[in-house]
């Protein structure tokens, strides 16, 4: 007889599109965790706790069985080798590839984009910056077309089966989205997820599963 897997615990913050994701593989998988949220406007991200759990002061963290894991996908990874079902990296060679590569486009090709931009808008410095933040929507509009047309092209980012292609690519979707609702939003952005109904449609899929809303960031409800 097999015990069942200790509860891991997860260290976060609300927003962050890194903490999100493994927050929905968290749920998607049904897998019980412990929380543990931290402010960064409390400084719990340079307390000496917490940098013995991540020397680089960052979010989301694992604890599980001794381990600490940092780095939202390699988080996911681990999760998906612990508690296998339902898989979020594929079921077959080709399925695996296709979440890889979703995955690495993400990482690689938008969310820099994402987070270049965001930075300027959230932190009040879109006039100083704003020949930044002009090229950060320009690089940012090619890669939400892209994402469009993956998402056209099956029920999710990676087939018919949700993935953690899903989960690390829809964070970042709606951080474009917050940015949207300040004044000092790009110009152009908007016009250019207009251009993505596939895209929004994805979106939708995503906010109607049934553990969605528990995993929402808290601060974005006011």
Known sequence: MTSAPSIPELFWMSGSPPSWRVMMALEHKGIPYTSTRLDVAAGDLNKPEH??????????VLRHDGLVVRESVAIIAYLDSVWRDPPLFGASAKETAAVWQSVMDTEINLYPHVTAMAR????????????DLAAAARSLGPELAA??????????????????????AFPAVQLV??????????????????????????????????????????????
């Open 147 to 168: 994402l469009n047309t993956q998402s056209a092209g099956a029920r999710y980012l990676a087939g018919a089966q949700l993935s953690a292609a899903d989960f690390v």
């Open 120 to 131: 300027i808008v959230f932190r009040g410095s879109a006039e100083a910056r704003a020949d």
């Open 51 to 60: 940098l013995a759990l991540n020397p680089r002061g960052q979010v989301p």
């Open 177 to 222: 989205r917050r940015v949207l609702l300040k004044d000092t939003a790009p110009a152009g952005l908007a016009h250019d997820l207009e251009l993505c109904p596939a895209l929004a449609a994805w979106e939708e899929r995503i906010r109607r599963l049934p553990w969605f809303e528990k995993t929402y960031p808290p601060h974005w409800r006011s």
